[in-house]
């Protein structure tokens, strides 16, 4: 659904719809937009004189509502909870996108921090780079890196 006159730029929230001009948009009986106020349906914004100020958005719901009433068979009570699963599902949406992003900034705050841990020459517990080994100290107990072959003795 578009929410919005995205060429005049007018934000689908702003209330400056008086209700007989949002009836016209929405083609409806002003009253009719009065009872769907009273149920629930599309609870427009207040002016300061207690008139009704619809939006954009609202302008749009109106239509859906006509939409699922007449083409649908849906009746009034049905259009509310259809609303209502419809606003809780963009809320649930929302929520998983905030998730996910939060659980890819974890993730990637531990890609960087992650330490691995080896057992230093000594046996203690040293802290190295990812895929590098640490580092043996020279001794005369170190391999040479020389090839031995071992030759079983003749009988």
Do not use: C
Request: aromatic share 4%.
């Amino acid at each position: 659904m578009d929410s919005g006159d995205q060429r005049s730029g007018l934000h689908p929230d702003a209330a400056v719809f008086v209700i007989s001009v949002a009836a016209e948009l929405a083609g409806m009986h002003p009253q009719t937009l009065r009872q769907y106020d009273r149920l629930g349906l599309v609870s427009p914004s207040r002016a300061s004189g207690r008139g009704r100020r619809y939006s954009p958005r609202d302008v749009v719901m109106l239509r859906e509502v006509q939409r699922l009433s007449q083409e649908e068979g849906v009746n009034l009570a049905g259009i509310k909870r259809i609303l209502e699963l419809e606003d809780q599902v963009s809320a649930l949406q929302a929520r998983v996108e905030e998730l996910t992003a939060e659980v890819a900034r974890v993730y990637e705050a531990l890609q960087r921090s992650r330490r691995v841990f080896a057992a230093g020459p000594e046996g203690e517990v040293v802290a190295v780079e990812r895929g590098r080994r640490p580092q043996r100290p020279a001794s005369t107990f170190a391999p040479s890196g020389a090839l031995v072959v071992w030759r079983p003795p003749s009988r």
